[in-house]
């Protein structure tokens, strides 16, 4: 299948400060999404990029899709301790889903 | 917000039993699934269903079966759980819609094998 990675595993911030996490693919996307997961929860979707450079914002979230359209970036101005969870980046690859590996945020109050 | 229940939501049981997760959704979508978790960790596909008699498995080996006789209802089975079956499995399901889907998960079942 069509794997993406995601980068950082990991990101411990202060609360207050902004946190980036990127999603990459070697192959060119048709769309992707971004899920929330909160400790002890489930995945929530969050959006979903289909257009070449596109972005979207929601809040303090803006969600980007690369111009080749084989990345994309989730970035959290201005960090909150409700944000704390793992970012999970995915794609709609044939009739199935394949999820990145996710970045665990935690946020320091 | 979604309509997908997962049933039971924590589960520990003796090696060797033979255990059914439920999962029933009541937004009739037709395509459902099955994920194997690790705490935070990666989602992994174990199963899944384009609608009613339709069952595939998924990237990650399972010893664990489904069946989809009814829209709403995709239960997955083990017959002998084993230790190594420790771990959260989540439902999810999902409409065709034509380019916009996407999935809905429920709340998940943890399961530990003794």
């Known amino acids: 299948g069509q794997q993406v990675m995601q980068i950082p595993q990991y990101q411990h911030v202060q609360e207050g400060e902004d946190f980036t996490t990127y999603c990459n693919s070697s192959?060119?996307?048709?769309?992707i999404q971004w899920y929330k997961q909160r400790p002890g929860g489930h995945p929530v979707f969050l959006i979903q990029l289909v257009k070449s450079g596109e972005v979207k914002k929601q809040k303090r979230l803006t969600f980007q899709f690369g111009e080749a359209k084989k990345n994309s970036s989730l970035h959290i101005t201005a960090t909150q301790t409700t944000d704390v969870g793992t970012y999970f980046c995915?794609?709609?690859?044939?009739?199935?889903?394949?999820f990145g590996p996710g970045t665990r945020l935690s946020v320091l109050p | 917000e979604a309509d997908i229940y997962q049933t039971p939501r924590y589960l520990v049981i003796g090696t060797g039993k033979k255990i059914t997760l439920e999962c029933s959704q009541t937004m009739g979508h037709d395509k459902m699934y099955w994920y194997q978790q690790d705490p935070g960790m990666e989602l992994h596909l174990i199963h899944y269903?384009?609608?009613?008699?339709?069952?595939e498995k998924g990237d990650l080996s399972s010893e664990s079966t489904v069946s989809r006789i009814r829209t709403e209802h995709f239960p997955l089975t083990l017959e002998s759980a084993r230790p190594s079956h420790t771990s959260q499995y989540l439902c999810?399901?999902?409409?065709?819609?034509?380019?916009?889907?996407?999935?809905?998960f429920g709340s998940g079942t943890q399961l530990s094998v003794l």
């Open positions: 269903s384009y609608g009613v008699n339709s069952t």
């Open positions: 995915a794609h709609n690859y044939g009739q199935n889903f394949v």
């Open positions: 999810a399901s999902s409409p065709i819609s034509g380019g916009s889907e996407k999935l809905f």
């Open positions: 192959t060119t996307l048709s769309n």
